[in-house]
């Protein structure tokens, strides 16, 4: 099958990371993808969008320029697409595709090529535009995109809609990295990303009373720049954009992922999440949103580590460190959650629906 898929690419969003899970997942099983991805210079006028230190395959192809947040200006090159012959169009749905003509290489690829949309963004006005244009399916990753956000589009539309969960990167790691900073007994804490400095500050706060107790060491790695507020002797920050492969060494070498979001009404997920659950490293997220839809016990354990506030996370980050068993099953419930939804399970979910549509 010829599958094309129009998306960002090799870039820290969760756009790109799940185009990239499903898109080598297809290759793997055999079908020709094309992905059809924004030139660097639109794309990176996105806060969202920062390209990895990698290099494109040969399958990508950059040939649209992005909107801006308020739809305005980008271009799409329908031509060139066209040229591809597919069998499917694929396209990971975020705001900042040139609308007028998407619609447009719509109808044009149609009826030949299959066209689907995953939704990504949790703003309503943002994906209203995409549930109104003529897919043949529209993918959504849960029932809270239908139920917040979909809700009242066209009966016909609301007939297309399918739930395909995020996929799951099921981690293989060859050795693990520990740098020489965290090495001589200390207990490695790391992050990696590029969040607002306030969604640190729990961390912060609870490893700063925890350094009284134990040695500790906190690695920070930042996509954009350091973040001068929380400079110490104990935090370590290097601006880097890492390949997967290697952030999974270093996540392999760490003891405890904390992973920082904020607050948000949005219909949201963190594509980081399912990026690393299938490291082995526990990870410590906050009860937000992005984490409301993994299953958790009473006391907040489940694939991952939920706490509501600074006294919660004080005290499971200290049974993380002194509770051998602890840390063992929320690494076994993070492997079972990732083999369920891994990106095979998912990308196959797609196959069965680009033959059901």
């Known amino acids: 099958m010829r599958i094309g898929i129009l998306s960002r690419w090799n870039a820290t969003c969760g756009v790109s990371v799940h185009a990239e899970s499903i898109g080598h997942e297809l290759i793997n099983m055999g079908h020709n993808v094309v992905v059809f991805a924004p030139t660097l210079e639109s794309a990176n006028r996105d806060w969202h969008h920062i390209k990895i230190d990698t290099m494109d395959e040969d399958f990508v192809v950059r040939c649209f320029d992005e909107a801006d947040d308020e739809g305005k200006g980008g271009r799409i090159c329908i031509d060139r697409i066209l040229s591809y012959d597919l069998d499917v169009l694929l396209v990971e749905a975020y705001h900042r595709i040139p609308l007028r003509d998407l619609e447009d290489l719509l109808r044009k690829v149609s009826p030949k090529a299959k066209t689907v949309a995953v939704i990504h963004d949790g703003v309503k006005k943002w994906v209203e535009p995409f549930a109104r244009m003529p897919f043949d399916a529209i993918v959504v990753f849960d029932e809270r995109y239908i139920n917040e ?37 200390k207990i490695l804490f790391f992050s990696f990303g590029r969040q607002p400095v306030r969604e640190y500050l729990d961390y912060v706060y609870v490893l700063r009373k925890l350094r009284y107790h ?60 399912f990026q690393c659950l299938g490291a082995p490293c526990p990870m410590v997220v906050p009860d937000t949103r992005h984490f409301e839809l993994l299953p958790v016990d009473e006391e907040g354990v489940g694939p991952v580590v939920k706490y509501k506030d600074r006294e919660d996370l004080l005290a499971k980050v200290m049974r993380l460190i002194e509770d051998e068993e602890y840390r063992r099953k929320v690494v076994e419930r993070a492997q079972e959650y990732v083999k369920s939804h891994s990106a095979r399970v998912v990308a196959s979910k797609f196959l069965e629906l680009f033959d059901e549509i």
């Open 214 to 273: 134990y040695d500790i060491v906190y690695w920070i790695i930042r996509a954009d720049r350091r973040m001068p507020e929380l400079e110490d002797t104990w935090l370590i920050q290097w601006v880097r954009r890492p390949p997967l492969d290697e952030l999974y060494r270093y996540l392999a070498g760490a003891d405890v992922h904390l992973l920082p979001k904020g607050k948000t009404k949005n219909v949201v997920i963190s594509s980081t999440c």
């Open 149 to 185: 956000l979909l809700y009242d589009i066209p009966g016909g539309n609301k007939r297309k809609i399918h739930i395909i969960p995020y996929p799951c990167v099921e981690v293989k790691v060859d050795r693990k990295l520990r740098p020489e900073f965290a090495k001589d007994g």
